[in-house]
């Protein structure tokens, strides 16, 4: 067989598509590849300081950051996605935010370094925080300075120490990651999804299982590296059960969150 798309000998069938596809136009390459032609508009996206936002505008962000993984998405798998009903299609959206929140803090490491480096020391990163959160309640129940550092500082130490720090550490390569990030996103063990898209959940992520080991055999990388790779999915739940905690602790304190943070929570919890 031949690759339709780059004309390869001795390809095999994919799920989902009349197309026979070789390795390099795997759904992983094809992501990767798509996904790096984003990243001009990714930096605008994320070009603000913490200090320059507030917590509803970034999950605005955040959002649209979930919506351009699933263009690239509609391009890989169009008649899986077009047959989607359109709640399924929001909630897997809902779903994949917590988790592609934690994945994508690991990626793009390098130029959040960049981008927080005049914060050189505590104090000024403690009122980068405290400014953040404070912008991102009411005046009625803005929070003292030391409250805040209390309250949220456990929270964002968590998430470097023990999912970001943890997840870049691996020096995984951009095909990898955005097996990951499919992987997440095609995840079909929410109850808030219906029994066909559970099942079609199922279907790709087998396919990005079997795309992984082979590309991975093709990079002569080290038999273990399968298994290290997917072993990064229980540092990502452990982020999303974070990120779930600290919904919760914003809700407590007045901080503005977005409706389908709200949806999600009341769906997780439910």
């Known amino acids: 067989m031949t690759c339709l798309i780059c004309g390869a000998p001795e390809v095999e069938a994919h799920f989902g598509a009349p197309r026979i596809i070789s390795r390099d ?14 990243q001009a ?17 970034l999950s605005c ?3 649209e950051d979930c919506r351009m993984v699933w263009q690239v998405v509609e391009n890989l798998f169009p008649m899986v996605t077009s047959n989607l009903r359109r709640m399924d299609r929001e909630a897997l ?3 994949f935010l917590p988790k592609w929140s934690v994945l994508t803090a690991a990626i793009d490491m390098e130029r959040n370094v960049q981008r927080y480096a005049k914060y050189n020391n505590l104090p ?5 925080l405290v400014d953040f959160y404070q912008v991102s309640m009411p005046p009625q129940y803005k929070m003292s300075p030391e409250k805040i550092l209390e309250v949220f500082s456990p929270i964002l130490n968590y998430y470097g120490q023990r999912v970001i720090l943890p997840i870049y550490a691996k020096n995984l390569d951009k095909a990898e990651l955005m097996a990951l990030a499919l992987i997440i996103l095609f995840d079909g063990a929410y109850t808030n999804i219906s029994v066909e898209c559970s099942e079609m959940c199922r279907k790709v992520r087998n396919l990005i299982f079997r795309e992984l080991k082979g590309y991975q055999m093709d990079k002569n990388y080290d ?6 790779t997917l072993d990064t999915l229980n540092t990502i739940e452990k982020g999303e059960k974070k990120f779930m905690e600290e919904l919760l602790v914003c809700d407590m304190h007045h901080v503005r969150l977005h409706d389908d943070y709200r949806l999600l929570m009341r769906e997780l919890n439910g």
Do not use: H, P
């Open 25 to 38: 136009c795997s759904s992983i390459a094809l992501t990767a590849s798509n996904w790096q032609k984003m």
């Open 223 to 228: 038999e273990m590296q399968f298994i290290d």
């Open 93 to 95: 959206l809902r779903n």
């Open 124 to 128: 000024d990163c403690q009122k980068l």
């Open 41 to 57: 508009k990714r930096g605008d996206m994320f070009n603000k300081t913490l200090d320059q936002t507030n917590y509803y505008e």
């Open 61 to 63: 962000v955040m959002r």
